[in-house]
């Protein structure tokens, strides 16, 4: 069975230009968060969604970050503007599988780097 | 505000000793916790959990302890092996899915 997919992988960006990074969780999950992974904060929770419904963003920065799930199969982080301290591993999660233990999946994480 | 930190940002231990990870958290009302390890260019992956209805939980080598009064808990690795060598990441909730995460403690395992 696959795990959560992230795209893309890594990301080089001028300060300035939007960002869209992408997740598919795994099949049957109906949880789906995103985390941002930086050295001062280690992993800060940004946003979780629920049966595709966002349920807290209060760890979204500021209004340049937007998060969508459009569907039970694929959510977009996007970053616009983007800007040199935005630069960070994030990393897409999903949980709540039936039968599960409650522990977040995760993926392999896109590393932004904003020039 | 931290409300789950790990105080120690790396620990050297040596092969076949014991590797003992800290974490402390400010909400009592954290009803469940988690302990992930994550290597270079690699996802968080879940190593061992435990309910505040217990205090201790064992899977292996792995042993979780958690001590409600003091807001603290630990994970026990017993022997330490080089392939322990991560990025240890505790993580509490409140009865959701929401995990508040730390800051990590890097262990490097010494062969």
Not at chain 1, 36 to 62: A, C, W
Request: aromatic fraction near 12%.
């Amino acid at each position: 069975d696959a795990g959560v997919i992230q795209s893309p992988r890594h990301e080089v960006t001028e300060m300035g230009q939007e960002v869209t990074l992408r997740c598919k969780p795994i099949s049957g999950h109906d949880y789906l968060f995103w985390y941002r992974q930086t050295m001062m904060r280690g992993l800060e929770l940004l946003i979780y969604f629920n049966n595709n419904v966002p349920i807290d963003d209060s760890g979204m920065p500021e209004d340049r970050f937007s998060a969508k799930m459009p569907n039970a199969s694929f959510s977009t982080l996007k970053i616009q503007p983007s800007e040199p301290r935005d630069s960070a591993v994030y990393f897409c999660a999903s949980s709540g599988g039936q039968g599960e233990t409650g522990e977040l999946f995760f993926g392999e994480g896109s590393r932004l780097t904003v020039l | 505000d931290q409300q789950v930190k790990q105080n120690s940002p790396s620990l050297s231990v040596q092969e076949g000793r014991i590797s003992i990870l800290n974490c402390d958290y400010t909400n009592s009302m954290f009803d469940y916790f988690l302990w992930y390890k994550k290597y270079p260019a690699e996802g968080p992956t879940f190593l061992i959990s435990i309910s505040s209805i217990k205090d201790k939980n064992e899977d292996g080598r792995f042993t979780v302890f958690l001590n409600k009064s003091a807001k603290h808990l630990s994970l026990h690795i017993v022997p330490s092996q080089p392939g322990d060598s991560a990025v240890y990441f505790c993580a509490a909730s409140q009865g959701t899915y929401k995990y508040i995460f730390g800051t990590g403690t890097r262990l490097k395992v010494l062969a």
